[in-house]
């Protein structure tokens, strides 16, 4: 029997209730279709932060390396830990190390959900550029608490990273609907926007069969709002994809229901699967986050790791929970509660 090693990170907030009841769903798929998973839970987060001096030990990265995948559930806990040192401490060196260049983000209605638009039949994949952009972490502040002060970040954009990624988008749109989006601010910035969009232009002349469109990410916004159907794969840099993503939430119901890859497309290290969500502070200890997102997430992982009939019994399970209006409104269900119908779905 096959066996996939999973790290598991927790995390800070919500993302331990999360990942609790995703695993349970994982266990529950595994023994049915005939696989095994073996978990192994990292305790790096803000409290690990605060009791050690970093977000994970120094050799972290090589402990993960092991892995066959992760599955993190949130990172971040800004009353004691700044969120800029969270992010750089964890997910990013994470997402950077293991080139997981692609974050796939999918945004559509499950059944039962209202979504804040009269759109329902909308089905988008946002991928995002995740190690390299806008996030790159090039930058400093010179004469730091003065007058002169200056703060300069410098977003980083190789040939290498947005053909890479720009290649993924006309890849997927190709096995979809064959349509892509690439999202650019190129009018505004004129060097690397400029240079993003000929990457577009050169490339689609090898997919002839994908029908691309250019867009800034102020129409991109607007668009989605607007007229949702008409997108099939979005492609954007780090930072707006960032931020279309959580608008791609917003109109599939919110954050609760927004799963996200983040792909090392090369295997040449694991892939790291999460919720779009953060760790939400306010609600950490009611019991009513919303596990959805990250059960959707832990399906995109078996898909990866070619458990295909696994991803689909999960998605099928998520849909007819939903369905029955288990987990579609903020606060309605407990996670527990969530989380059983899913498990007893899976029986069906
Ligand atoms: N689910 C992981 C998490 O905590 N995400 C919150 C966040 O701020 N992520 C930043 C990013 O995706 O770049």
């Known amino acids: 029997m096959k066996t996939h090693r999973i790290a598991l990170i927790p995390g800070d907030g919500i993302g331990t209730p999360v990942i609790d009841a995703a695993w349970q769903v994982l266990e529950k798929t595994a023994k049915t279709y005939g696989f ?3 978990g192994t839970t990292f305790p790096w987060s803000c409290d690990f932060y605060r009791k050690t001096g970093s977000m994970m030990p120094a050799d972290g ?9 992760i599955l993190l559930g949130a990172v971040g806990w800004p009353a004691e830990v700044p969120d800029s040192v969270s992010l750089h401490g964890l997910l990013l060196p994470i997402r950077k190390a293991f080139v997981q260049y692609a974050n796939i983000r999918p945004h559509r209605l499950l059944p039962g959900v209202e979504g804040p638009l009269k759109a329902e039949n909308f089905d988008i994949l946002c991928i995002r550029e995740n190690t ?5 972490g090039a930058g400093g502040r010179v004469h730091q608490g003065t007058a002169d002060e200056v703060a300069v970040e410098t977003s980083i954009f190789t040939r290498t990273g947005v053909e890479r990624i720009l290649r993924y988008g006309f890849e997927q749109a190709r096995a979809r609907r064959g349509k892509l989006a690439s999202v650019t601010k190129s009018n ?6 400029v240079f993003w969009d000929e990457i577009t232009a050169k490339l689609s002349a090898e997919y002839p069969d994908v029908q691309v469109a250019s867009y ?3 129409a991109m916004a607007a668009r989605m709002v607007m007229a949702p159907e008409s997108l099939d794969v979005v492609v954007a840099s780090n930072l707006f994809g960032d931020i279309l993503t959580d608008l791609g939430a917003a109109i599939q119901g919110g954050l609760g229901f927004a799963a996200s ?11 790291m699967f999460e919720p779009v969500h953060g760790s939400a502070p306010d609600i950490a200890h009611l019991g009513i986050a919303n596990p ?10 078996l898909d990866h790791l070619g458990e295909a009939e696994g991803a689909k019994a999960i998605m099928a399970a998520l849909e007819a929970t939903t369905a029955r209006g288990i987990g579609t409104l903020p606060g309605r269900n407990k996670t527990d509660e969530i989380t059983h119908a899913v498990l007893s779905a899976l029986d069906a």
């Open 216 to 218: 800034h990410i102020d």
């Open 61 to 69: 990265i090589e402990t993960l390396r092991g892995f066959d995948a």
């Open 36 to 38: 095994a998973v073996d």
């Open 261 to 271: 890859a983040n792909i090392n497309p090369d295997r040449s290290a694991p892939s």
């Open 188 to 193: 505004a910035q004129k060097y690397s926007m």
């Open 292 to 301: 959805i997102a990250t059960i959707w997430s832990a399906a995109m992982m």
């Open 132 to 136: 390299e952009g806008e996030y790159s």
